[in-house]
């Protein structure tokens, strides 16, 4: 049976890669370059499976010697869907494989994580580590990428550690003449779960250093992004890409707002918004119980931390967001105590729906917080879960099935939108309490 299940992936893998052949875009393999990705993460990994499905040949390189010996298994540690059918056919047929050291390599391509430090301060010690760990290889004529989402300027930045490090190239952005090193900033927009379909089909920001950079970089990119590669300076793709998410964020904030609204004047937020985006004009998003992910909620730091005297409402609109879970809790206790002998259904700990990821997810602190206080009368329903996560060690809290949850709870806390849940027929939540931050039950969308 299993191999039937290789055949089979192998054939969805043959259709998937014809289907991206990039037809028209073939060039035959000794022109296309070497390609280096340095960090192995969401994006790191299927951007370098994607990029050796176009015939380059890719080295991965990570810190972590479990990502990097897993990889050259042909197999993956991060979900994404067909990522793992895509990486074990490019590590056997030799395009990709992953290392802890760099070799030299045409382009090297930086995707590491970028998080949020103490008072929402950016922390950009991983892009320089990485261009630390590339510059005594770099040799005249290579192209340096960076992609992960940064604070304006910090392409820059790292043109100065490559220039502090190797006197001996001329670093684009550092020397006026023409450069050895080019240098490019070129962030992702895809989305979780459709990620190597995204990687191909978006356009994509082209931010150079110098106009030379952004040609070198777009006709690297069009070797498999079939989306429009639009040129630009590296300052602009940066602000670009940050603008995009705190647009988002702002949105949703709006969102939460109305909702709180709502609740306060007695109507139902899922009415107003659907009424109002019959406006052909209007398109107000949906409220929920917080934002979640590594993107949306910290993106928008980035853009307070370069100008914080210009950023109140990116400001305000964080702090909306990320008050809305303790208003959430507030709710649940209050309907809570006035059932004390009810159990509690909690649906969903990923951070959005029909998705594994719980990084920073709004519904696994709720649901942690109540497990806290509430203990075994909490009962915990996430179908990407097969145990519950180590933020419930010690609560009593339970993992459960939906329809377990139904047949024993009283109270049902709608968390996540999963398609799961709303497949369940309506009136298996007829006699609940329901408090529902997604709207799935409302009657009148
Ligand atoms: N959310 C709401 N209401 C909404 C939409 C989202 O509460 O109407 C919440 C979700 O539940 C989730 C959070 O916001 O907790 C973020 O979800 P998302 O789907 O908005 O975003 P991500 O983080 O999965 O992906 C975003 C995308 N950016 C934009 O849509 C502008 C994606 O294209 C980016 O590539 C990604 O961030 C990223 O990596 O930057």
Redesign the pocket.
């Known amino acids: 049976m299993a191999s039937k299940l290789a055949l089979a992936q192998d054939t969805l893998y043959d259709l998937n890669a014809r289907a991206a052949g990039l037809a028209g875009k073939k060039r035959r393999a000794a022109e296309l370059p070497t390609v280096t990705m340095v960090g192995l993460g969401y994006?790191g990994l299927p951007t370098a499976a994607v990029i050796a499905r176009a015939g380059c040949t890719v080295l991965g390189l990570d810190v972590k010697q479990d990502v990097i010996d897993t990889i050259n298994e042909g197999r993956i540690h991060i979900e994404e869907a067909d990522l793992d059918i895509l990486v074990r056919q490019m590590v056997a047929c030799g395009r990709l494989s992953a290392a802890t050291q760099p070799r030299e390599s045409d382009i090297f391509v930086i995707a590491v994580p970028t998080p949020v430090r103490a008072g929402n301060a950016p922390d950009i010690s991983y892009i320089l580590q990485a261009a630390e760990r590339v510059a005594p290889i770099l040799a005249k004529g290579n192209l340096v990428i960076l992609e992960s989402?940064s604070p304006i300027g910090t392409t820059a930045r790292i043109g100065e550690v490559l220039a502090k490090i190797r006197p001996d190239l001329k670093i684009a952005g550092q020397h006026a003449a023409d450069c050895d090193i080019h240098l490019a900033y070129c962030p992702?927009?895809?989305?979780?779960g459709q990620i190597i379909a995204?990687l191909v089909s978006n356009d994509r920001s082209i931010g150079g250093m110098t106009s030379a950079c952004a040609t070198k970089a777009r006709q690297f990119y069009e070797i498999f992004v079939e989306g429009e590669c639009v040129e630009t300076d590296a300052a602009t793709a940066e602000m670009v890409?940050l603008v995009?998410?705190a647009?988002?964020d702002v949105?949703?904030a709006f969102?939460?707002e109305l909702s709180l609204i709502a609740d306060h004047v007695g109507t139902d937020i899922w009415e107003v918004i659907a009424l109002a985006n019959r406006h052909p004009r209007v398109n107000i998003?949906?409220?929920?119980?917080?934002?979640?992910?590594?993107?949306?909620?910290v993106?928008p730091w980035f853009l307070v931390h370069s100008a914080p005297e210009q950023t109140p409402l990116i400001a305000t609109a964080r702090k909306v967001n990320d008050g809305k879970p303790h208003y959430v809790i507030a709710r649940a206790e209050a309907l809570i105590a006035a059932q004390p002998q009810a159990k509690i259904a909690c649906l969903g700990l990923s951070?959005?729906?029909n998705i594994d990821d719980f990084r920073e997810?709004?519904a696994l602190y709720i649901a942690q917080q109540l497990a806290k206080k509430f203990g075994d009368r909490i009962k915990i329903v996430e179908p990407y879960c097969e145990s519950l996560p180590p933020q419930f060690a010690g609560t009593g809290a339970q993992l459960v099935d939906l329809e377990q949850a139904f047949a024993t709870c009283d109270i049902v806390i709608i968390l996540?939108d999963h398609a799961a849940f709303k497949i369940a027929a309506p009136d298996q939540y007829a006699g609940k309490i329901l408090l529902d931050t997604r709207g799935i039950y409302t009657k009148k969308r």
Not at 285 to 297: D, E, K, R, S, T
């Open positions: 994006i989402t992702e927009r895809v989305l979780p995204e890409k995009e998410n647009s988002r949105s949703i969102a939460n998003l949906q409220p929920g119980p917080g934002v979640g992910g590594h993107c949306i909620a993106d951070f959005k729906a997810s709004p996540v």
